[in-house]
């Protein structure tokens, strides 16, 4: 009887610290953060890298925006969840100035966008 009684005993002080707490349940940012740390590289006569720091969880992708000279920002690339790096090779010329951002994107929601990463294609190359 002493032994059961000392079992029993034992085994409420180990479960004692079994029970489920729901209140500190972890949750995942739902927020689209702008990526940073954006750099554009060349690679190529007429072809540049873009990678940026992914700063989300939950997007979907990430739409890349280039700016030829001093005109507007147009949708170039788009990437799908968890890639941080693009090419871009279409339409670039030697000398031809370029600026590049990046934004997250998660159906029809858009985060901000990241910095804006510069280059210029020179000669000579490389």
Do not use: H
Not at 20 to 41: F, M, N, R, Y
Not at 68 to 90: C, E, M, P
């Amino acid at each position: 009887m002493k032994t059961s009684i000392l079992i029993g005993f034992i085994l409420l002080v180990l479960c004692a610290g079994c029970s489920k707490d729901d209140s500190t349940s972890a949750t995942v940012d739902q927020t689209l953060g702008a990526p940073t740390t954006i750099t554009a590289t060349r690679i190529g006569l007429t072809a540049v890298r873009i990678n940026w720091t992914d700063n989300n969880e939950t997007e979907e992708g990430y739409l890349i925006e280039r700016q030829t000279g001093q005109g507007q920002f147009v949708q170039q690339l788009f990437t799908t969840r968890d890639v941080a790096i693009a090419v871009d090779s279409v339409g670039l010329v030697v000398n031809g100035t370029y600026a590049y951002r990046v934004r997250a994107i998660r159906y029809s929601e858009r985060g901000d966008y990241s910095p804006v990463a510069n280059i210029k294609l020179t000669l000579p190359y490389p």
